[in-house]
Every structure is written in C-alpha cells, then in structure tokens.
C-alpha cells in the first residue's frame, strides 16, 4: 500500500519568515507525481506545487518550493517570505495509479502564520 | 470557465438514511474523483469516474455507490448511513485519468450523521 507521513502536525511561522513542511512516502510506481496541496479555512482544495519523480531539478512556484529526496522519499515544501494568507492546512500527496491515479494524501499539516 | 461545484454544501441525515451528493465537474473535464474527508484527516480516496464508467475505487463498502453522467457530472450516493460517515466529502474534476492531469477540487458537502 502506498503511504504519505507528515510529521508534523501543527507549525506556526512569523510574517516574512521561512518555513519547510516535511513529507515522506512509500511507492512501488516507477513513474510518479507528487503534490503538495493547500486547504485554507474556507475548505477549497488548492495544488500548491507538483513534482515529476524523474525530473532531478526541484520544483518551485513563485515563494513555494520543493526538496525533492528520490533515494530517501522525502519531498519537503519551503514557503518563503510567509503571508498571513499562507495561513492553512496543508497536505502533501502522491499517485496510485492502480486506482486511475487518485491521490493519496497525508494526514496534513496545519500552518499558522502569524504577524 | 467555471469551477468544480458541488451541492448540497451541508446536510444532517439520520443513521440508516440514504444520501446523494452532486457534483459539476469544470468544463472540458471527463474524470471526477471523490473523497472523504473526516475530521482532522487528509482525504480519502472513495472511487474515480471516467467517461461514465468506473475506473478505480478505495478502500469504501459498496454501500457506497457513484454515477457520472454524459455531461460529466456525478453523483455519490451513500446508503444505511452510519455515524462514522459524517465528514467533508470532496469532488475532483480532471481533463483525463493519466499521471500528468491536475485535479480541481470542489468546496466540498459537509454531511452530519445524527
């Protein structure tokens, strides 16, 4: 089975500041995607940043940005220059493609920015 | 171009009841994915919906059923309703089923089980 473990399940980070959101996962696919997804209080799901696993180079999306550990399946999110809206749940994800590529979220870590 | 809509957005329903969930995928999307979401937890996968079959399901009893139809849109029908499905459940529309396609998520319905 394919698990995602974020062990972290509330951080809190000052206006401005710099914060990584840690994630492990287990997968027997070759090929994959992993995500990261943001979960603000008004409930909408939004995809925050995704890496391709075979892509060596680290994706990033303006303040957000990804460390992607292939050998030790790890793929930590940086938030830089934090804003009071990054303020949310924030749930890390990976593929199954068993089940028509579904995701398999984390238990999500829940980030409050503070000013 | 409008987003992923679903409805109800909150509901209570009685323990052995039945429910439908509805849900509009965004336009151009054929593939709508449901999760549940309990409290204090991440989503889980329910079943995926392709081109108005089904195309992978999760770890769900069939009491837990689904629909889409030929505009794409779909249904989650829950029957015998227990306690433990009190949660948020959440539809995902995506353009296909392969690894590359993002899903977008709905606002969600929030069902409480009395």
């Known amino acids: 089975a394919q698990t995602v473990t974020q062990s972290q399940p509330e951080m809190s980070v000052q206006e401005a500041e710099t914060v990584t959101l840690s994630c492990t996962y287990d997968?027997?696919?070759?090929?994959?995607?992993l995500f990261w997804y943001k979960q603000p209080p008004s409930r909408q799901m939004i995809l925050v940043i995704r890496?391709?696993?075979?892509?060596?180079q680290n994706a990033t999306e303006n303040r957000f940005s990804v460390n992607f550990q292939k050998a030790a399946k790890s793929f930590s999110l940086k938030i830089s220059d934090s804003q009071l809206g990054d303020t949310a749940m924030y749930f890390c994800?990976?593929?199954?493609?068993?089940?028509?590529?579904?995701?398999?979220f984390g238990k999500g870590t829940s980030l409050l920015v503070t000013p | 171009e409008t987003g992923v809509t679903q409805s109800p957005t909150h509901l209570i329903k009685t323990r052995g009841q039945q429910v439908t969930l509805r849900c509009s995928s965004q336009?151009?999307?054929?593939?709508v994915s449901w999760y549940q979401q309990a409290l204090g937890q991440g989503p889980q996968f329910i079943f995926q919906?392709?081109?108005?079959?089904?195309?992978g399901r999760g770890n769900f009893p069939p009491r837990f059923s689904g629909l889409q139809f030929p505009n794409y849109s779909s249904e989650l029908n829950v029957n015998a309703l227990e306690l433990d499905d009190s949660a948020l459940y959440l539809c995902?529309?995506?353009?296909?089923?392969?690894?590359?396609?993002?899903?977008?998520f709905g606002p969600g319905t929030r069902l409480t089980v009395t």
């Open positions: 919906y392709y081109r108005e079959e089904e195309n």
């Open positions: 997968t027997s696919e070759s090929n994959y995607y």
């Open positions: 336009s151009g999307h054929n593939t």
């Open positions: 995902a529309s995506s353009k296909g089923t392969g690894p590359s396609y993002e899903q977008y």
């Open positions: 890496q391709e696993a075979y892509k060596q």
């Open positions: 994800a990976s593929q199954n493609s068993n089940s028509g590529y579904a995701l398999n």
